[in-house]
């Protein structure tokens, strides 16, 4: 799920709290994205996110349908009793996978005569003594647990990816940092300067800084013009 180029994901509208998933590196040397500003704030994700998929090619429909959500359901009461993992759902805007809603997720057929699939997400806590491989681990190790149900099996796919829960609750700070520069910045050319700064009233959008941060930032724009006499 990481991208080698850097589409930008802005915050989808709407309240409560949400929790968002960083698929795009932030700008590197290869692969230099200009809409992304070099002012914002950098910060270790709250998940690691690993997409998993469940496939069962067992003949009958209705069976191989069941076989899927039992072990679905097996997935998660395994995670609720285990503890280090959670289960998800969502492709940008991420949710729990619950006893409640996990019937809710879509088959699809794998390619193969008789054989359906569904994918969710895994997300392990990343903290300051948590890193990248102890979260894979800790990923791993559920998804060679989980038990299986008839022919149904499940495994990794995609790359590990990142999330961050309600990042527009770093606003404050961002819009602090911003400041800072473009005060720095107008002070630079004297004190008969000042700067017009646009894009603060805009979404947080976000980009990923490296294997477990991100980068959070408004699409701000500033110049830098004369004072007004």
Same mark, same amino acid.
């Given at each position: 799920?990481?991208?080698?180029?850097?589409?930008?994901?802005? &915050?989808?509208?709407?309240?409560?709290? &949400?929790?968002?998933?960083?698929?795009?590196?932030?700008?590197?040397?290869?692969?230099?994205?200009?809409?992304?500003?070099?002012?914002?704030?950098?910060?270790?994700?709250?998940?690691?996110?690993? =997409?998993?998929?469940?496939?069962? +090619?067992?003949?009958?429909?209705?069976?191989?349908? +069941?076989?899927?959500? &039992?072990?679905?359901?097996?997935?998660?009461?395994?995670?609720?009793?285990?503890?280090?993992?959670?289960?998800?759902?969502?492709?940008?805007?991420? =949710?729990?996978?619950?006893?409640?809603?996990?019937?809710?997720?879509?088959?699809?057929? +794998?390619?193969? %005569?008789?054989?359906?699939?569904?994918?969710?997400?895994?997300?392990?806590?990343?903290? %300051?003594?948590? +890193?990248?491989?102890?979260?894979?681990?800790?990923?791993?190790?559920?998804?060679?647990?989980?038990?299986?149900?008839?022919?149904?099996?499940?495994?990794?796919?995609?790359?590990?990816?990142?999330?961050?829960? &309600? %990042?527009?609750?770093?606003?404050?700070?961002?819009?602090?940092?911003?400041?800072?520069?473009?005060?720095?910045?107008?002070?630079?050319?004297?004190?008969?300067?000042?700067?017009?700064?646009?894009?603060?009233?805009?979404?947080?959008?976000?980009?990923?800084?490296?294997?477990? =941060?991100?980068?959070?930032?408004?699409?701000?724009?500033?110049?830098?013009?004369?004072?007004?006499?």
């Amino acid at each position: 799920m990481v991208c080698a180029v850097t589409p930008v994901l802005a &915050q989808p509208a709407g309240g409560g709290v &949400q929790e968002v998933v960083v698929t795009a590196r932030r700008r590197e040397a290869s692969d230099y994205d200009e809409h992304i500003p070099a002012v914002g704030l950098r910060r270790l994700a709250d998940f690691a996110v690993q =997409e998993v998929t469940i496939t069962c +090619d067992t003949r009958e429909a209705a069976r191989r349908h +069941d076989e899927i959500f &039992q072990m679905i359901k097996g997935a998660i009461d395994l995670a609720t009793r285990r503890g280090g993992v959670e289960l998800a759902t969502g492709t940008m805007v991420v =949710e729990p996978l619950t006893l409640s809603n996990y019937r809710g997720l879509t088959l699809t057929g +794998d390619g193969r %005569p008789d054989t359906d699939k569904t994918s969710f997400l895994v997300k392990s806590r990343l903290s %300051p003594g948590v +890193d990248a491989k102890a979260a894979l681990d800790r990923i791993d190790a559920f998804v060679k647990d989980a038990p299986a149900v008839g022919r149904a099996e499940i495994k990794r796919t995609d790359d590990m990816t990142l999330s961050v829960v &309600q %990042p527009d609750q770093y606003r404050g700070q961002i819009i602090e940092f911003v400041a800072a520069d473009a005060k720095a910045t107008a002070a630079r050319m004297g004190p008969e300067y000042a700067v017009d700064i646009r894009g603060l009233d805009r979404p947080v959008e976000w980009a990923r800084a490296s294997l477990t =941060e991100v980068f959070l930032y408004l699409p701000y724009a500033y110049s830098v013009v004369p004072r007004e006499r």
